[in-house]
């Protein structure tokens, strides 16, 4: 089977979102360059430099399938049934949300109530040999506790912002988890790509 990877668009020190759950600039580097990309969806077109455009096609052309927890599903208001990024997505929860199934048959979402190392497992039947995606930081955290992750993917935008309610991984229970030098360092406009492996 594939790899599991979190992912997240991160500031320098280490904020996916503001107190209020706005980005402000974290992703202005999707929009800045001059290669336009259609999504994998088609739903709209980012527009990046040549670096990341590469980068970026690397990336969404090795995803499988995504594991997401139901906050980010809540605020995505679940993607209207098909993510950007045209993969089977696998949401945690504790309650299957029945109104949003029944108004999307056809959504190729799958609702896991017992656990992140549930959703995984089933991610990875899903994507097969292809690469199971962790976005959100604490999905990613349970994971990275539980020994689930084998990367970790940062897009890290160099902008300090100061204060967030939603750092990356947030308060782990062990001290320290230490990853390898970077697989990956691709440098952009505004935003460095980079790939940790996570030792096991």
């Known amino acids: 089977m ?9 500031s320098l020190d280490g904020y996916i979102a503001k107190p209020d759950n706005t980005i402000g600039s974290l992703f202005d ?4 360059g001059e ?6 969806a088609g739903d709209f077109t980012v527009h990046l430099s040549a670096a990341s455009a590469q980068h970026w096609r690397q990336w969404t052309s090795s995803l499988g399938a995504l594991v997401c927890g139901r906050t980010l ?5 679940g993607w209207q049934g098909r993510h950007t990024l045209d993969v089977p997505i696998v949401v945690v929860t504790h309650q299957i949300p029945a109104d949003w199934v029944e ?15 549930s959703a ?10 292809r690469v199971v995606s962790v976005a959100g930081g604490t999905i990613a955290r349970q994971c990275l506790e539980l020994g689930l992750l084998d990367e970790v993917a940062i897009d890290l935008v160099p902008v300090v912002m100061g204060e967030g309610n939603r750092p ?11 990853l390898g030098n970077p697989t990956t360092c691709v440098q952009g406009d505004r935003v460095t790509h980079l790939v940790f492996p996570v030792a096991h």
């Open 2 to 10: 594939g790899i599991v990877q979190a992912q997240a668009i991160m």
């Open 29 to 32: 580097w999707l929009q800045n």
């Open 103 to 117: 108004q999307h048959p056809d959504a190729p979402f799958t609702f896991v109530t017992d656990g992140v190392a």
């Open 73 to 77: 599903f809540d605020v995505a208001e």
């Open 120 to 129: 995984i497992g089933r991610a990875k039947e899903l994507a097969g040999d």
């Open 168 to 178: 990356f991984f947030g308060t782990l229970s062990a001290d320290e988890v230490p």
């Open 35 to 40: 290669v336009a990309v259609p999504t994998p």
